[in-house]
C-alpha cells in the first residue's frame, strides 16, 4: 500500500473503495479475455480467420498487458486480487468471451471480439470519468489502456463491414500506450 | 403489465436470491441473468432495485443495452 498515494486521492473526492473494486473487476476482465481471446485464436482458421488472427493475437497480448499494467495500481491503493482464481473470474467487469457453437463461423467470432473491445472501452471510459483532474496516476493508467481498447474495437468493427476503422494493425511491439506502465 | 410502486421495485435489489430489476425511462427490467448485475451490483456503482433513469444520462453506455432484458412492468409515479 501506498499510504499518501491513497490518502491523496481519498482527499480529492474518489471513493477509493469504489475505484478499487472497479479496477478488481476490469483486471479480471483482461485475464479472462485473454484467456477466451486464446482459444477464440486458436479458432480463426481457414481465408478468412486467418486475416483476423493477426489482431486477434495482438488484443489478446495487450489485454495480459493491461492486466499487469493493473495490478500494481491496485495494491497502491491498498486493494488486492482475489485468492481464488474462480472467484476473480466471477467479478470480471466484462461477460466471458466464448468461443461461439459455430466455431468456423468467423462472423460469429468477431462478434465476440468486438462486443468484448467494447465491455472494455466501457469500463476505462468510466474509471476515466470517475478519476479526471481527481486521481492523476489512475487516470492516466485508464487512459493509456483505453486508448488500446478503442483501436481493438475498431479493428474488429472494421472486418463486420461497420466502416473504416482509420487504423492500421501494429508496426512493431505491442501496447504503444500502456508499456509505459510494464516498465 | 405489471405495475411496480418504487417500493416493490426497491425490494428486488437482487440481494439474498431475490431478483435483480432495474426501472428505467418508465419501464422496469429484470437484469437477474446478467453477470454484469450480479449480486444486485453494477461495475461498483449501481445497485438494483432502483430507478436509473438519470444514471444512464452519466453511463457510459445508452439504453439499447438494456433493452436486451425481459421487461417486467411498469414503474408507478409518485
Not at chain 1, 147 to 152: F, G, N, T, Y
Not at chain 2, 9 to 33: E, I, T
Request: with cysteine; net charge negative; glycine share 6%.
Amino acid at each position: 500500500m501506498a499510504k499518501v498515494t491513497r490518502e491523496m486521492v481519498e482527499r480529492s473526492g474518489v471513493n477509493v473503495d469504489q475505484l478499487v473494486e472497479l479496477l478488481v473487476k476490469n483486471a479480471a476482465a483482461e485475464l479472462t479475455t485473454y484467456y477466451y481471446y486464446t482459444i477464440l485464436r486458436c479458432n480463426l482458421i481457414g481465408l478468412d480467420g486467418e486475416t483476423i488472427k493477426e489482431i486477434a493475437e495482438t488484443a489478446r497480448i495487450e489485454d495480459r498487458n493491461h492486466f499487469e499494467a493493473l495490478v500494481p495500481r491496485i495494491y497502491e491503493l491498498d486493494g488486492r486480487l482475489p485468492r481464488d482464481m474462480k472467484e476473480f473470474h466471477d467479478i470480471s467487469a466484462c461477460p466471458p468471451a466464448y468461443l461461439p457453437e459455430e466455431t468456423q463461423d468467423v462472423n460469429a467470432l468477431l462478434k465476440v471480439l468486438v462486443k468484448a473491445e467494447r465491455c472494455a472501452v466501457r469500463g476505462y471510459t468510466h474509471i476515466c470519468n470517475l478519476t479526471a483532474g481527481k486521481d492523476h496516476r489512475t487516470y492516466d493508467l485508464s487512459l493509456s489502456i483505453l486508448h488500446e481498447e478503442i483501436e481493438h474495437e475498431s479493428w474488429f468493427s472494421e472486418f463486420l463491414g461497420e466502416g473504416p476503422s482509420g487504423h492500421f494493425l501494429r508496426r512493431g511491439a505491442t501496447s504503444p500506450f500502456v508499456s509505459k506502465f510494464l516498465r | 403489465m405489471r405495475k411496480f410502486t418504487k417500493e416493490e421495485l426497491a425490494h428486488c435489489d437482487g440481494k439474498d436470491g431475490r431478483q435483480a430489476y432495474v426501472a428505467y425511462g418508465g419501464k422496469v427490467y429484470n437484469v437477474s441473468d446478467s453477470l454484469l448485475w450480479k449480486g444486485g451490483d453494477h461495475q461498483a456503482s449501481h445497485t438494483a432495485g432502483q430507478d436509473l433513469t438519470d444514471a444512464l444520462e452519466e453511463a457510459p453506455h445508452n439504453s439499447e443495452l438494456l433493452e436486451e432484458f425481459p421487461v417486467m412492468g411498469i414503474l408507478q409515479e409518485d
